[in-house]
């Protein structure tokens, strides 16, 4: 492949890791570009979790080390979200994925609803004590994102803000345990395929490694304004995207 094209490629994984590290979303920006430079889809998608499963990872270790984690409740969601991805791409031979569209057009509206109405926790006065409803969002979005995907950053920030009573910057960083750990699974069973052209997944993958970093720094500061407004944005560009390919 053409350098020059690798090396735009690289940049878009950096934008695609910033936005992914605050909320969810990276591959609308990484997998309609991967396309545009003539991966076939197989190939297309394959690539693009192998490069983006290193900007979730980076983003839960700039995560981790500012203590932003609950480091208790990673114990069992990145486990469980690792099982759930696996049992979600083994759902794909069973039931066609599109045919979840228009569901997933709705819970994303709803989501996006509920975080306009309800208002998060302030940093500091997060609930602690719920590891069973966290456990089933582990589990049941893993399982989504390994079967489907757009929408699962979203799906779990909305999920442990609404329903375990979290601030929108933990939420954000709780996230990040299950979607690094259901990107794992996605990129193991791509590769046993060999859908991951690993020659750009790795330079993209650099990319994606900075804008996870930067991404973590940015929601920090600008804390869940910034996040919540990013979500919103992020909500939006989905049902658009997925209305599309719906028609």
């Excluded at 297309?44 to 983006?52: I, R």
């Excluded at 270790?61 to 979200?81: E, M, N, S, Y």
């Excluded at 489907?148 to 609404?162: D, N, Q, W």
């Excluded at 804390?223 to 599309?244: D, E, F, H, P, T």
Aim: charge should be positive; proline fraction near 4%.
């Amino acid at each position: 492949m053409d350098p020059l094209v690798i090396a735009l490629l690289t940049v878009t994984a950096l934008l695609a890791g910033i936005v992914d590290a605050i909320a969810g979303g990276g591959g609308l920006i990484t997998l309609p570009a991967l396309l545009t430079a003539g991966l076939p889809p197989h190939l297309a998608l394959g690539t693009n979790k192998g490069q983006s499963v290193w900007g979730s990872g980076a983003a839960l270790v700039a995560f981790w080390r500012a203590g932003r984690v609950d480091r208790k409740q990673a114990l069992f969601a990145f486990p469980l979200g690792l099982v759930g991805s696996l049992i979600g791409a083994q759902l794909v031979l069973l039931i066609e994925p599109s045919a979840l569209r228009p569901i997933v057009i709705a819970m994303l509206i709803g989501a996006a609803a509920l975080l306009l109405v309800k208002k998060p926790q302030r940093e500091g006065d997060d609930t602690e004590g719920r590891p069973w409803i966290a456990a089933a969002l582990a589990i049941g979005i893993g399982c989504y994102d390994g079967f489907f995907g757009p929408g699962t950053g979203t799906f779990l920030i909305v999920g442990f803000v609404a329903l375990c009573g979290r601030s929108m910057l933990r939420a954000t960083a709780d996230a990040k345990v299950v979607n690094f750990a259901s990107n794992l699974a996605a990129v193991a069973a791509f590769a046993r395929e060999g859908s991951v052209l690993w020659e750009l997944a790795l330079p993209m993958a650099a990319g994606q490694l900075v804008g996870g970093v930067i991404g973590v720094r940015l929601a920090i500061r600008g804390g869940a304004k910034l996040i919540r407004m990013m979500v919103l944005i992020v909500s939006g560009a989905l049902v658009i995207k997925l209305g599309y390919d719906l028609v």
